[in-house]
């Protein structure tokens, strides 16, 4: 067993809240880490006595507990979303990485029940390059045993009822071993309870990294537990099923209870979980690139899908077809559904009239179809999105500005400057000089006149092709920060947003800010293809990327990503990345 050195440490998470850590160093200085995320309800102490068993010999190990847990700050057992836990192990692993030195290519994950949907979730949704996860009777589908329980919750939830749900697992229902029960019966850090809300977003959340698991790379263990009271180990295997891991291992523990790392017979899980991880890291790390992705594989295969339309005598096509007539008819009362028909579903124009959110129509029954429209879960996230890209914009202006007290700022394809203007009148306390492209003339006047009325002098509009690396190149003065917002999820090839990133490297000073867009996820795809048009008046028929995909391209432009946000549900994400050497 490892000789480690246990310690005890805080962070300070994305939006400030103190996190607390534990540290199990080994002698000499460790070159190698394993992550670990503990139950819900718990916290990261629950690991100590497990941690010599577990770590492979040369490794440091951190727990965390995580916020509303253990001794971290935030309401028990609440967050605004789901999300929320995946943002904190994103900030956690680069906290680690920045204090111990260990880059996260070095680093293994194990997460267990709620734990490791966390670390699934934040994996999924934010790419990083892990050598290995293990999943440990992931909380995919918590068994609440209750008729219409989730319908019943979402009720109570809108009526404001309801907000804390008790746990009914007990100590009994974990583990087999007698004194594993009486350690965690004894445990006065261990909660009972779950905000409804976290809840119903877990499971939200594990539906849709069922249904997108093909976008997971990483190396990949899933353990279920044979006799598992707390979770449907049917939705676990599921998930692997669908993993698009190359790597990948389902092990299956018969007559073990949910808590597999505490049950009588523990080492048999603990052993795989080594084993595993010292799998990956015997031989050095090669991390498959998805930069091909827009030519085969997982998203190709649902775009080319998607562009052959179902016959139109089948059920699902008489039901698009019915659906798109009483768009393009009843809808049109709608003043956001008429915008959409007349210059693109995602045109510049539509994303104003949302970002606005005022719902508009003919007669009460037309701004009642707006309501809807503008409620709609694509453009939710895109007005979240909007906050975001302007946080991070914001960000990326004030630290170039601590190098230089000067900074000039592009937008690629910015339409009529939204963000620049905002972010340029919002700059201090120097001055921000700034460029807005467009292909679009009629964007740019619009771009022109919204600067005047703003009284904005330093920003200049020009007419430009955002994949012209030439003229992306010779970007003068030099860009420390380029925004890259909702472009290049309009165009499925790649070797397009190739182009562009390379020749906007090429302009930009080693140590530049990007700012850029994705969508990884979006659930209405086949909805928004068979009804929606886009700006060119063809079927808006979407290629998503995932964020290993969009971070792998942006990595080989010569990027480097170093923080990234999204919204709950997961369909919109905004990066922020340096030009490297």
Partial sequence: MPDLTLSSHTFQTFDGTTLVYRAWRPATSARRALVLFHRGHEHGGRWTELVPELAPEGFAVFAWDARGNGRSEGPRDDAESFSVYAKDADAFVRHLSATEGIAIEDMAIVGHSVGAAVAAAWVHDFAPRVRALVLATPAFRI?????????????AQALGLMKIVPSYVKARVLTHDPEARRRHEGDTLITHSISTRVLLDLYDTATRLIADAGALRVPLLVLTAGSDWVVQSSAAERFFERAGSTVKRLQRLPGFFHDVYHEADRAVPLEATRAFIEEAFATPAAPETQ?????????????????????????????????????NTIGRLSDGVRLG????????????????????????????IDRAYLGSIGWQGIRVRRRQLEGLLGKAIRHAQQAQPRVHVVDIAGGAGRYVLEAVQAAKPAPVTALVRDFEPKNLDEGRARARALGIGHVSFEQGDAFDAASLAALQPRPQVAIVSGLYELFP???????????????????????????????????IARTLCDWDGKPWVMRRRTQAEMDDLVREAGFVKEEMDLDRWGIFTVSLARRAA
């Fill in 291 to 327: 930069i091909g992705a827009d030519r085969c594989g997982y998203t190709f295969d649902e775009h080319r899908a998607l562009l052959d339309a179902p016959p139109a005598w089948s059920p699902i096509g008489l039901y698009y077809l019915v659906l798109a007539a009483l768009m």
């Fill in 341 to 368: 028909y007349t210059s693109g579903f995602n045109s510049g124009r539509t994303l104003d009239y949302v970002y606005e959110n005022r719902p508009r129509g003919r007669m009460l029954v037309g701004r009642l």
């Fill in 493 to 527: 090839s790649n070797e397009m947003v190739l182009r562009s990133l390379r020749g906007l490297a090429a302009a930009m000073p080693e140590g530049a800010y990007l700012v850029y867009t994705n969508q990884p996820w979006h659930p209405q795809l086949a909805l």
């Fill in 143 to 155: 068994r609440l045993y209750v008729p219409f329980a989730i319908p019943g919750l979402r009720l």
